[in-house]
């Protein structure tokens, strides 16, 4: 089966914007997590650095219902077009292929209801947060196989217990939670993409799952100490 977010996005809805050869690399470390927070990697990072274990429990600083944000639309909008203005310093081309896909597609929709169908939501923080970690582990990996439900729903509570004890997520204003959710799920959809465009060509896939491993290792995650499985994430 194909990953969750290509199958919501009949990929070739992205393949114009993914880089070809030398600029896979570079593509993929630019999308890589961009927090609203400018902290919160730095937490993060510190929290894996205090107890590696995905599963470790860790104090919470608050109830679940803060990791949902409602949604605002002028605020989305805005959201959007912030990432695009983002890619294109670095890739005005792809830039415009991105801006001409958002103005053309419901894509927060769509992933909306590919989330739903797994049993996660969209306007969650920590599921936009577990997308993007099984997106980028799966991609460190160059596979395109999709997880079970039941290993969506397993790093769902890591991503939930990780968050819960993050003071700058807690202390986040709704805005910066629809952001930070938003990016995380368009990187998403973009590394999956990418994935699937580049899997016939080793040489660019090699390149890409090193670059994604990179990038997620800059927000303090390291992808080759983990295996994806049914409990969720496990070290090595």
Known sequence: M???LLHLFAFALFTGLLPHGAHAQNFT?????DFAMSNLN????????TNQDPNAQAPTLADESVLRFDVDPNRRAENLRGFVDRMRTSDPEGAARLEALLASTDVMGLIGNAM????????????????????????SRGTTKTPSRQSYDAVRRQSINILLSTPSLINASQAEKQQLAEAHLI???????????????PGHLDALKAAVAEGAMASGLDLNQM????EGFRLR
């Open 42 to 49: 730095r937490e993060l990072l510190d929290r894996r650095n």
């Open 2 to 4: 194909r990953r969750f």
């Open 227 to 230: 295996d994806l499985t049914a």
């Open 29 to 33: 470390i630019q999308i890589a997590p």
């Open 187 to 201: 990187q998403a959809a973009l590394i999956d993409s990418a994935v699937a465009e580049l899997h016939s060509n």
């Open 116 to 139: 739903g169908s797994v049993g996660l939501d969209s306007n969650n923080v920590a599921d936009a947060y577990a997308v993007w970690w099984i997106s980028a582990y799966q991609a």
